[in-house]
């Protein structure tokens, strides 16, 4: 049986060390709040007190953390972990985060000899809790080979993006894609409203017409047309507005650094901005439809 350290247990973190758990893996677990800690604790994961005390004999390591400045931090920091990882393990960032850092981190475990993945999240909460998240790959094919089956246990869908960083291209744009989708969906189901139409029956006719898209099937964003989405729930739970503003940042860093024009981006970018200053940084970012309700 394969021990994983796994660092990092927020929204994301916490039920996907818990699907490695219920696939019967020896998971030891570190995160900065100690209470992060309990519920897994009490399923068979091992707390930790420390991040390096975390990789200490493990095979594999996995980190979930929320930003570029800690995952370089953790493996690249003064007090990094980067030098004390067994070359024979092998490394799984699966945070949202810079091309640039994940390239530069995983630089720095090939100089080690250490085998290193970049493999952001596509699926929100209930895709952690469900363990039908989809993995976007980067780095080399054979090193997600031996990673495959740990990734099978707390998703459904694997793909291979490309080398190092690649994966978090492929996430940057499908982030910026779903927040143009989901501000645009939120937008229209608002004008309807306005002139007098139920968002329910409006969603239906979207659904099954030109309009439809990922918002509209499975994560409407009008309260009382579907349930068990954030929008039923005061849209607490799920991917945070603050989260899609610091993808959305990336992807304009991204734009920067290649020279390509993402008008819808930086729209939506600026809108999801507008919406987070009004205090809504620690709603569901489908809360984006308030921005149209609100007068």
Sequence with gaps: MKKIGFIGLGNMGRPMAGNLLKANYEVAVYDILPEAMKPLTEV???????????????????????ASQQVESL????????PT??????????????????RKVAGAAQ?????????????????????????I?????????????????????IFHAGAAGAGQVAKICNNMLLSVLMSGTAEALQLGVNNGLDAKVLSEIMRKSSGANWAL??????????????????????????LMIKDLGLAMES?????????????????????????????????????????
Excluded: W
């Excluded at 990882?85 to 994940?102: G, M, N, W």
């Design 85 to 102: 990882i067994d070359p024979s393990s092998l490394v799984i960032d699966c945070s949202t985060i810079s091309p640039a850092i994940s």
């Design 111 to 135: 100089a080690r000899g250490i085998a290193m993945l970049d493999a952001p999240v596509s699926g929100g909460v209930g895709g952690a809790v469900a363990g039908s998240l989809t993995f």
């Design 75 to 82: 493996y690249l920091g003064d007090e990094g972990i980067m």
């Design 137 to 157: 790959v980067g780095g080399q094919e054979t090193d997600l080979d031996k990673a495959r089956s740990i990734l099978e246990s707390m998703g459904s869908n």
């Design 255 to 295: 734009a920067l650094a290649t020279e390509s024009s993402i008008p819808l981006g930086a729209l939506a970018r600026n809108l999801y901005r507008l919406h987070g200053s009004k205090g809504a940084g620690d709603k569901d970012f489908s809360s984006i439809q308030t921005l149209f309700t609100d007068k």
């Design 217 to 242: 099937e499975v994560y409407n964003p009008y309260p009382g047309v579907m349930e068990n989405v954030p929008a039923a729930n005061n849209y607490d739970g799920g991917f945070l507005v603050d």
């Design 44 to 66: 068979g994961g091992i707390a930790c007190n420390n991040a390096r005390e975390v990789i200490s004999g493990a095979d594999v390591v996995i980190s979930m953390l929320p």
